[in-house]
Every structure is written in structure tokens, then in C-alpha cells.
């Protein structure tokens, strides 16, 4: 019997032990990818509500993309990162343009009313 028979028949061996074995191998979860490297010295940005802040960082990471190799993972989390960035301002753009959609319909709202106040106090001359 020749070394590759044997560790080959070992390997087949250790295998078929492990399928049924009870006992499940415990891998480490892995860590999000926005915690690695220079995530790790930066504020939670989820939590910002400033757009210029987060347009800000998404400039900061812009710069590090362009100094990156484009088929290296450090590349695929600095842009998933930016489009997670890009993605909270337009939500926040989103909120802003709601926000005076509504501020507008209470002035609407308010000026219905200082009219109906004004129509009812020139009815009750009559």
C-alpha cells in the first residue's frame, strides 16, 4: 500500500466519521464586514442624520477606493460601504422633502382655517 493510498483512505476515513459523528464542528462567526480595518475608528455613520457628514465620508472612502486594487476585497467593502452610505442620504433626502411637503400642507391647513374663522365672523352680521 503506497503514503497517498493510505492518507487518501485516512482522509475517506475521518470523513465518514464526521458525518456521523454527533458532535458539529463550531466555526467562528464572521465579523460584518464594516467593522474590519478602518471601519473600526469611525462613529456608527447608520446613526447620522447630517447629510454633509455623510457625504463627507463617502468622499473620505472615495479617496481610499482609487488607491485600491479593483479585484481585491478590501475594494468590494469600501464600495459596498459607500453605496450603504449613499443609500442613507438619499433616505434622509427623501425624509427632507416629505418633511416640507408636510410644513406645506399645515400652512395650507392653517390658512383654510384663518379663512373659515374669517368667513364666519362676516355671517353673523347678516
Given at each position: 500500500?503506497?503514503?497517498?493510498?493510505?492518507?487518501?483512505?485516512?482522509?475517506?476515513?475521518?470523513?465518514?466519521?464526521?458525518?456521523?459523528?454527533?458532535?458539529?464542528?463550531?466555526?467562528?462567526?464572521?465579523?460584518?464586514?464594516?467593522?474590519?480595518?478602518?471601519?473600526d475608528t469611525y462613529p456608527d455613520y447608520d446613526a447620522?442624520?447630517?447629510?454633509?457628514?455623510?457625504?463627507?465620508?463617502?468622499?473620505?472612502?472615495?479617496?481610499?477606493?482609487?488607491?485600491?486594487?479593483?479585484?481585491?476585497?478590501?475594494?468590494?467593502?469600501?464600495?459596498?460601504?459607500?453605496?450603504?452610505?449613499?443609500?442613507?442620504?438619499?433616505?434622509?433626502?427623501?425624509?427632507?422633502?416629505?418633511?416640507?411637503?408636510l410644513d406645506d400642507l399645515r400652512d395650507e391647513l392653517?390658512?383654510?382655517?384663518?379663512?373659515?374663522?374669517?368667513?364666519?365672523?362676516?355671517?353673523e352680521d347678516w
Open positions: 500500500m503506497s503514503l497517498w493510498n493510505f492518507l487518501g483512505g485516512f482522509a475517506v476515513f475521518s470523513v465518514v466519521c464526521d458525518m456521523f459523528s454527533s458532535k458539529r464542528p463550531v466555526y467562528p462567526e464572521p465579523e460584518p464586514y464594516y467593522r474590519h480595518r478602518d471601519y447620522v442624520s447630517d447629510i454633509d457628514e455623510l457625504q463627507d465620508r463617502i468622499d473620505e472612502l472615495e479617496d481610499k477606493l482609487t488607491a485600491c486594487d479593483i479585484l481585491s476585497d478590501r475594494y468590494d467593502e469600501i464600495q459596498c460601504r459607500i453605496d450603504e452610505l449613499q443609500d442613507r442620504i438619499d433616505t434622509l433626502e427623501e425624509i427632507e422633502d416629505l418633511q416640507d411637503e392653517d390658512d383654510m382655517e384663518l379663512d373659515m374663522d374669517l368667513w364666519d365672523d362676516n355671517t
